[in-house]
Structures are given as C-alpha cells and as structure tokens.
C-alpha cells in the first residue's frame, strides 16, 4: 500500500457534521462546560465562554490560503484558546484535572445542505514525567504543502518534525479525547525511564543547551 492510498483509508468517512458552523460551536461549548460542572477541566463555565469563540471571518493567514483556493465564501473559524505554537502556557488554554493542557483550532465552510470540515489543529500536552511532551492531531487545509505529500491527515506523536497518517475525526471526537482518554487510569502512576529514554532525554538536553 502506497503512502497516497493510506491517506484515502484514513479519510474517506462520511463525517457526521452539524450543518452550521453555529451549531458545530454550540455542541463543543456545551462538552466544554458539562467537562467543567463535572471538574474534568479546571476552568469554570464562564471561562469557557470567554475562551470558545467563533470567528466569522479566519484569520489573515488563513484566509489568504483560502481565498488563493476558492474556499473563502461561507467559511468560519472556531479557537478553543489562543493558537500557541510556542506552547506557552501563558496563552489562554483549556486545563485538564491532571494538568495536561489544550488547545484548539477548526476551520469549516457551510455549503448549501452540509457543513464542510477544511482542517483542523488540536494539541494536548502533557504535564512532565509521562514520557512524551504533546500530541497533536491536524487536518490541513487542501493543497497545504502536506496535502501534496498525501498525509493531509495526520498526528505529531510528541515532535513537530514526525508526521503519522491518522484516521480523519469529527471535532466533537476529537474534543471527547482530549477530554476523556490520553491520560493515566486513576491510581496509577507513570513508569519509570529506561535506560533508553534517560541517555535520549540526557541528549536532548546537551543539543538544546549548545
């Protein structure tokens, strides 16, 4: 199987979508703030309708790319949080009970009966110990550079720099596990290193302090 028809595998479903981008927006907040009455995440409702926004208009950046596409009409941008490539954990976020932290961007395009899923970029990161700094889910925009490379679809597993085709996921999924799963079971604490992931994260250190 070739890296392009692996892609199609992954991403040819039929996504259950909203048919609005109003209602998409809608049912994460309300995952967002059932997560919150139920203290999964540490910010409180109004935090959450502070950090949730619908924008009807993506940003420059994207819009551009879009425009340049011909899919600027009717598209919309939904942030959970502020875009935080640097990861500062300054930037508003969303906050799990054990500590990982998220955030989230989604771009979509109503058409005329359906609601059309562009791309997509959640990051959880991990509080430190767990072995792994952050995992990243992204849908990039059709004909991004990575597009072109057949993995659109895809998850960083701890690394900006490595790419894995991953299964193509609603917002809602996606939001559900960030929220849900990726983390320990209750009492259960992280394993020690091995040797291995000591001498890697020993040489990390060295190439990051040159």
């Given amino acids: ?27 994460l907040r309300a995952e967002l703030i059932e997560a919150s009455n139920a203290k ?21 950046q994207l819009l551009d790319h879009l425009r340049a596409n011909n899919l600027h009409e009717h598209a919309f941008c939904i942030l959970g949080g502020e875009k935080n490539q ?47 700094p952050f995992l990243r889910f992204d ?7 990575n597009d072109e490379r057949d993995i659109r679809c895809h998850l960083h597993p701890g690394s900006d720099d490595i790419l894995v085709p991953a299964p193509l996921m609603t917002p809602s999924e996606l939001l559900t596990l960030f929220l849900e799963g990726a983390q320990l079971p209750a009492g259960r604490a992280p394993r020690a290193f091995t040797a291995f992931e000591a001498a890697w994260f020993e040489q990390m250190y060295v190439l990051t302090r040159r």
Avoid: C
């Fill in 40 to 60: 999964a995440i540490q910010e409180s409702p109004q935090d959450v309708f502070r950090r949730l926004q619908l924008l009807a208009e993506p940003p420059a």
């Fill in 139 to 145: 849908l990039n925009l059709p004909h991004h550079a």
């Fill in 86 to 132: 640097a990861r500062d954990h300054g930037a508003h976020h969303f906050q799990r009970s054990d500590d990982a932290w998220f955030d989230f961007s989604i771009v979509v395009r109503e058409r005329s009966e359906h609601l059309d899923l562009l791309a997509y970029d959640f990051e959880l990161r991990f509080p430190p110990g767990l072995g792994v």
């Fill in 1 to 27: 199987m070739s890296l392009a028809k692996l892609q199609v595998y992954v991403t040819d479903r039929q996504l259950d979508l909203p048919h609005r981008a109003k209602d998409l927006f809608r049912t």
